[in-house]
């Protein structure tokens, strides 16, 4: 099973970082956490690599949804999505969240995952009109 729904776009790196965090937004998403994965690399192994981020996106009615079916869920949450640098341009890597319902084996998870789905597939063809 493939783990990541992706777009790759002909926009910048930090264009890209911040459509994707505006496409997140209008599908009810906030940042609850931005890793630069280049910054701490070189801070504290002294490597360098391509601009990098993960963006740790909540929706909260979700998430509140997925919680009251199974409290261990909250060890998937929040949905990653990555932004890199790539070959001139920049990728956006979203999490499948059909990993959420599927890991457990909780087929009660199913309509928040196919949501969540929902939800992430509108952000990546959002990004794809823009």
């Avoid at 999505?81 to 457990?104: H, Y």
């Amino acid at each position: 099973m493939p783990y990541v729904r992706s777009i790759t776009l002909d926009l910048s790196y930090a264009e890209t970082v911040t459509r994707t965090q505006e496409a997140l937004a209008e599908q009810g998403f906030g940042v609850l956490t931005e890793i630069d994965v280049q910054a701490t690399l070189k801070e504290k192994l002294g490597q360098n690599m391509e601009p990098y981020v993960i963006l740790g996106a909540c929706n909260p009615e979700l998430a509140h949804r997925a919680l009251e079916i199974d409290r261990e869920i909250g060890a998937l949450l929040p949905c990653n999505v990555v932004v890199r640098e790539q070959d001139g341009g920049s990728t956006v890597l979203i999490l499948d969240p059909q990993i959420m319902a599927s890991l457990p084996g909780r087929d009660e998870l199913q309509p928040v995952a196919d949501e969540a789905t929902r939800r992430m597939d509108a952000v990546l063809a959002t990004l794809g009109q823009r």
